[in-house]
Every structure is written in structure tokens, then in C-alpha cells.
């Protein structure tokens, strides 16, 4: 049997062919890994470009730790959609397994069910930490090269959106009317948290799970009251 290489990972987007609600013109709208032709395959739940010129591979000869941490480090760069934090298509963080995947409330609890009582051996453990946190084995904390920096660059140019743009996507995401408290005790009534968030440099997402009592605080900021618009 002949022995797999395991440097025949890779990382790679797909880019818009035209500009588009999401992202202009060669934006990346889809982030992923893989090996021998998954980034060319049929079988995918994001279609792929009908041009194969519109298929960038960011760095090719890693890992498969390496390319999951690269993966994850740019989808983080690019934001999703369905998170309201960006352009990308993708309905994961990426990495390895399905995390960051939104799933129903009947799907999570038969997820739930099915854990119950299970634990890991410490070794397994330690391993899934070691994925999650970065090893000092794999590439997570080092320097891109400047080539894989250079693609990022060039796919990312004319991301920026105008004022107006910005105005009405954050006029879309109205959903909450909240009171917040800052850390130093000042009160702020808000009815647009996405603008709220972009001028005091807040991550909308963290936000969110405040309003909704999944976190009891965020960079000690708390909420008072919060009302459901839509």
C-alpha cells in the first residue's frame, strides 16, 4: 500500500466573479481544506466558481493540523455571513469538526442526549486542547509566509464599503432596543447594536449572546433590559 504524503493538505477560496450584496468582484465568498481535488469537486454544498480561475489556492504542501489553523485563521479574517460578521459563505469557523455550525435547537438536543455522561481518556483530552489552543508542533501562531500573505491581499482589495453601504446593512440588523451599562457605571440606551458595537469597538457577535443571557457580562459591560423588535 502506498504510504499517503501528509504535506498534501491545502487551503482555498472561492472568489466572486462579480460584485455581489456580500463582496465585490474576486472577494472570497467560501473558505476551505482539503486534498487531491476537493476544491474542484461537484459535490459540494457551496457551489463551487463554473471558472477555475476563480480558484485561488492560498498555501498548498501542509499538514492537516497546518491547513486547519489556516483555515480557521481565514475565515476569522473574512467573517460569515450567516454571523452577520462578514462576506464568507461558510457555516463553520473551520478547523477540524463542524464548529461554529449553527444547528436547530431539535438537532442540539439530540446532541446533548447523545453526549450525556461520556468522557474523554486524558490523552484524547489533551489532544483536543492542543487543536483548539494552538501546539507548539503545529503552525498555529506562526508567521504567514509572504506569499500566502500577498494572495490574502489581493483577494481582500476593494472589501472596504462605502458609508452608505455600511449604513444600511446596519440599519437591517436593527433587531434589539437594549439599555447597556458600560464598565464605568454609564448608562446607554441603544436601538442599533451593530452601529453601537463598529463605534466603541465591541464584538457584535459576544454582544449578541449578552442580550440574550448567554453571558452574564463582556469586557464588563451588562445589560439592563432588552426588547425584541423584529
Same mark, same amino acid.
Given at each position: 500500500?502506498?504510504?499517503?504524503?501528509?504535506? /498534501?493538505? !491545502?487551503?482555498?477560496? !472561492?472568489?466572486?466573479?462579480?460584485?455581489?450584496?456580500?463582496?465585490? /468582484?474576486?472577494?472570497?465568498? !467560501?473558505?476551505?481544506?482539503?486534498?487531491?481535488?476537493?476544491?474542484?469537486?461537484?459535490?459540494?454544498?457551496?457551489?463551487?466558481?463554473?471558472?477555475?480561475?476563480?480558484?485561488?489556492?492560498?498555501?498548498?504542501?501542509?499538514?492537516?493540523?497546518?491547513?486547519?489553523? %489556516?483555515?480557521?485563521?481565514?475565515?476569522?479574517?473574512?467573517?460569515?455571513?450567516?454571523?452577520?460578521?462578514?462576506?464568507?459563505?461558510?457555516?463553520?469557523?473551520?478547523?477540524?469538526?463542524?464548529?461554529?455550525?449553527?444547528?436547530?435547537?431539535?438537532? =442540539?438536543?439530540?446532541?446533548?442526549?447523545?453526549?450525556?455522561?461520556?468522557?474523554?481518556?486524558?490523552?484524547?483530552? =489533551?489532544?483536543?486542547?492542543?487543536?483548539?489552543?494552538?501546539?507548539?508542533?503545529?503552525? *498555529?501562531?506562526?508567521?504567514?509566509?509572504?506569499?500566502?500573505?500577498?494572495?490574502?491581499?489581493?483577494?481582500?482589495?476593494?472589501?472596504?464599503?462605502?458609508?452608505?453601504? /455600511?449604513?444600511?446593512?446596519?440599519?437591517?440588523?436593527?433587531?434589539?432596543?437594549? &439599555?447597556?451599562?458600560?464598565?464605568?457605571?454609564?448608562?446607554?440606551?441603544?436601538?442599533?447594536?451593530?452601529?453601537?458595537?463598529?463605534?466603541?469597538?465591541?464584538? =457584535?457577535?459576544?454582544?449578541?449572546?449578552? %442580550?440574550?443571557?448567554?453571558?452574564?457580562?463582556?469586557?464588563? *459591560?451588562? &445589560?439592563?433590559?432588552?426588547?425584541?423588535?423584529?
Amino acid at each position: 500500500m502506498t504510504k499517503k504524503n501528509p504535506r /498534501r493538505f !491545502y487551503v482555498y477560496a !472561492y472568489l466572486r466573479s462579480k460584485d455581489s450584496e456580500h463582496g465585490k /468582484r474576486l472577494t472570497p465568498y !467560501y473558505i476551505g481544506k482539503g486534498a487531491r481535488d476537493r476544491a474542484t469537486s461537484k459535490r459540494r454544498t457551496v457551489p463551487k466558481p463554473s471558472d477555475p480561475s476563480f480558484i485561488v489556492y492560498i498555501q498548498e504542501g501542509m499538514t492537516e493540523q497546518e491547513a486547519f489553523n %489556516l483555515e480557521k485563521y481565514c475565515i476569522a479574517l473574512y467573517g460569515r455571513i450567516d454571523k452577520g460578521t462578514g462576506i464568507l459563505r461558510n457555516l463553520s469557523d473551520g478547523g477540524d469538526g463542524p464548529s461554529g455550525t449553527i444547528y436547530s435547537e431539535e438537532r =442540539r438536543k439530540k446532541i446533548a442526549e447523545s453526549s450525556r455522561g461520556r468522557t474523554h481518556p486524558p490523552e484524547v483530552r =489533551r489532544k483536543i486542547g492542543d487543536a483548539q489552543m494552538g501546539s507548539k508542533n503545529h503552525a *498555529w501562531g506562526k508567521e504567514m509566509p509572504k506569499e500566502t500573505r500577498d494572495k490574502i491581499s489581493k483577494a481582500n482589495k476593494g472589501l472596504r464599503r462605502s458609508d452608505e453601504s /455600511r449604513r444600511n446593512i446596519a440599519k437591517g440588523k436593527c433587531k434589539y432596543k437594549c &439599555v447597556l451599562v458600560s464598565p464605568a457605571g454609564q448608562v446607554h440606551h441603544v436601538d442599533n447594536l451593530y452601529q453601537f458595537c463598529l463605534e466603541h469597538k465591541l464584538h =457584535r457577535v459576544l454582544m449578541l449572546q449578552l %442580550l440574550r443571557g448567554e453571558r452574564d457580562h463582556y469586557k464588563a *459591560w451588562t &445589560v439592563e433590559s432588552v426588547e425584541v423588535l423584529r
